[in-house]
């Protein structure tokens, strides 16, 4: 005969129906997140023979901001939407990321070829290949077209540069983080150059290669800010003072800022007219996009070769662009001075795990690794003197710190 159960047994049925019952209503009420990476094909004609990944993170709603985002050297478009920490505004604001991909077919060391004629005038190459990914994403994600921004690193930074010069009607604004003003080089010889030691412009000859780009082009300029790190001897500094010649001259505004602000990381912003061009200087920092890892509302990124621990661009960029959505996530309290001159100091960066890389002494000079000069590469940080500056000598380096690398692993 069957025996009634316990009030024991009757109790732990109870406790453990009641617990089945919060853990479904909790699973229900946390969606998955399912959102991830993902390549694109068929998005335009493509000549300049780009590969195209998207993201869209859960939850975004019509008519989103979105972000484009161009890797550096050596990089590809999984380094950088796994590294600069775009991602995390993505998830909590809700805005797009198109990330368009170098090929090794195009570029040997997968730098976009911001020095090419035919991959930076408006209508051609790589620049149309972007462009018709902007419009992929306006067609099949419902993207708003008045709210599209782009932001890159090193070649990356000159290719940004070239779409908001070519394309001034599709970005509303855009970074360009160690970077090269727009039509410094038109081919690899004077490419070097423009790297290191810079090519010094008027800022009216500087504004005037950004408005042939598009002739007859009477609309909107987008916004622009540059990012630079202070001790970059990759890409010198002196092409972000150019940079700056370059945009606030086509904004039609002077090159004397209006307000110095001091940022973490010994970073100082400078202004310039109507908040139309931004300068961030990073104090100590080398060669790569400034990050910031941590929980906290303004870090962001993963410290790793060429994302470099100091500030995180991609927050402050963002608030910039207004995609937070009127959201307040303000980080720590910055100090503004009126002064024209900025005075940033030297922070120490911390120190990033060890990267071996072993390569051409060129395309250790092309990735940012090492310099150039008189013929011989030397390692970026140690100075360690690498051999002959070419395609045939190669080289074990190994990354001891930010900007640092020296030979031997």
Known sequence: MRRPPSVLTRLAAALAGAALAVTAAVVAATPAQAATLTPVSG??????????????????????????????????????????????????????????????????????????????????????????????????????PARVYVSGLSAGGAMAATMLAAYPEVFAGGSIVAGIPYRCATSMVTAFSCMSPGVDKSPAAWGDLVRNAYPGYAGARPKVAIWHGAADYTVATANATESRDQWTNVAGVSQTPTSTTTLPAGTTQETYGNDRVRVYRVAGMGHGTPVDPGSGADQCGTAAAYFLDTICSAYRDALWFGLNGGSTTPGPTPTVTASPTPTPTRTPTPTVAPTCVTASNYAHVTAGRAYHSLGYAYAVGSNQRMGLYNVFASTTLKQTGPAHWVIGC
């Not at 939850?59 to 939407?81: E, I």
């Not at 995390?88 to 368009?100: G, N, S």
């Not at 190459?125 to 992929?136: F, K, N, P, W």
């Open 43 to 144: 998005f335009g004609s493509n000549p300049g023979n780009l590969g195209m990944y998207a993201y869209r993170p859960d939850g975004l709603p019509g008519n989103a901001p979105a972000v484009v985002l161009l890797h550096g050297c050596a990089q590809n478009a999984t380094d950088y939407f796994t590294n600069s920490g775009w991602r995390k505004y993505a998830d909590q604001w809700k805005f797009a990321l198109i990330l368009p991909e170098q090929k090794s077919g195009n570029n040997s060391s997968a730098c976009f070829n911001w020095f090419e004629s035919g991959d930076t005038a408006r209508g051609q190459g790589e620049a149309l290949s972007v462009r018709q990914m902007v419009d992929h994403a306006k067609a099949n994600y419902g993207v708003n």
